[in-house]
Each structure stands twice: as C-alpha cells, then as structure tokens.
C-alpha cells in the first residue's frame, strides 16, 4: 500500500510564490511518473505538470514560465514551486503518482490566489 502526503498549500496574494510537496511512503519499488493535477470548481481535473523518473518534464500552457515541478528520488517526494501566481491558479491541487502498474492520488491541498 502506498500513501501520498501533500503540504504547502494555502493562501496567497497574486504574482506571489507558493511551494507545494507531496511525499510518498508505503512498499513502494520503483516510482515511475509522478506530476501535479488540480480542480477548480465547477470545472474538471486537469494535468499541471508531470516529471519522469528520468527528470523529463511536462507543463500545462497555463503554467509554463511561472511553475517548476521537480522531484527527489531517494525521498520519493514530488514539488511543485508556484511563482508569479494568478487568482485562476486557485484550485485543489492534487499528487498523482505512477508506480506500475498502479496509480496513487493524494488528498489534495487547497491553493487560493487573491487578487
């Protein structure tokens, strides 16, 4: 069984800076993609940023230029570091993680962005 633990989100002011982490723990092998999603309400989920095992990355348009995801893989934790933040960045802000041949979600973790 593997758990995901997120932290840092909350409040912040527009073109401030948050920084979100997500830890996994349990019988955990090999983690393969790990990435970022969120929910706005009313709206669907969708992909914020993803990185490999390898590093590679992969950004949303909306994000790109102001948020970087990178991970650790000897603590098995995934971040994501959120600058010049937008009130359309508030969302719950979930961590997804692949470890073949099963996807994880954490809780999620409320980001609100203030104009």
């Known amino acids: 069984q593997v758990q995901l633990v997120e932290s840092g989100g909350g409040l912040v002011q527009a073109g401030g800076s948050l920084r979100l982490s997500c830890a996994a723990s349990g019988t955990i092998s090999r983690i393969n993609n790990m990435g970022w999603y969120r929910q706005a309400p009313g709206k669907q989920r969708e992909l914020v940023a993803t990185?490999?095992?390898?590093?590679?990355?992969n950004a949303a348009d909306s994000v790109k230029g102001r948020f970087t995801i990178s991970r650790d893989n000897a603590k098995n934790t995934v971040s994501l570091q959120m600058n010049s933040a937008k009130p359309e960045d508030t969302a719950i802000y979930y961590c997804r993680v692949f470890i073949m041949p099963k996807v994880y979600w954490g809780q999620g973790t409320q980001v609100t962005v203030s104009s």
């Open positions: 990185i490999t095992s390898g590093g590679t990355t």
